[in-house]
């Protein structure tokens, strides 16, 4: 909000008015959440880790759960889910689509290799992610494996919702 008040001041105050947004109070609170926030130090050659439960899992790619088990919100308890290395969407591709400007492609590359393969793609929000980056770091086919996979999972209702 600084920038915004520095560099558009009229806007800043129209967005002030309409929101009730109290500047000094929301720029401490956010930076006390930033000053509390965990950012590991993450050595060269390492995977950025969703959580630290990561590093204990039994890694498996999707293909092994069987065709007649998917998708897994439906055959599964969320206790077996969340317990298991397969995951809805990666939250740390995101966070590398996101910021890319803060990673190299090979950062980029070796996370999407760990991650994509436990990535179930069972959430809308997860195919098109991993399709942009797959078309960054080169992965031609798998980009657009992907991209058809995002068009088509509502329209033909792959989650059988």
């Known amino acids: ?10 806007d800043y105050s129209r967005i002030r008015r309409a929101t009730d947004f109290q500047h000094n109070e929301e720029s401490g609170h956010w930076t006390d959440i930033i000053e509390r926030m965990y950012l590991p130090k993450i050595p060269e050659k390492a995977y950025l ?5 990561t590093w204990t899992r039994h890694w498996k790619t999707t ?3 069987p065709k007649d088990k998917r998708p897994i919100n439906q055959h599964w308890s969320w206790d077996r889910i969340l317990r298991s290395c397969y995951i809805k ?3 740390v591709l995101l966070g590398l689509y996101l910021y890319y400007f803060n990673f190299d492609k090979t950062t ?3 996370n999407f290799d760990f991650y994509e393969p436990m990535t179930v793609h069972e959430s809308s929000l997860s195919p098109h992610i991993h399709s942009i980056l797959a078309a960054r770091i080169g992965y031609v086919e798998k980009a657009y494996e992907l991209f058809i996979h995002a068009t088509r999972l509502d329209l033909d209702d792959y989650n059988n919702e």
Do not use: H
Request: aromatic residues 8%; proline residues 4%; without cysteine.
């Open 1 to 10: 909000m600084n920038i915004i008040s520095e560099k558009y001041p009229d």
């Open 49 to 53: 880790y969703k959580t630290t439960a």
């Open 89 to 91: 969407q990666s939250d």
């Open 63 to 65: 293909d092994a759960i």
């Open 108 to 110: 980029v590359q070796r």
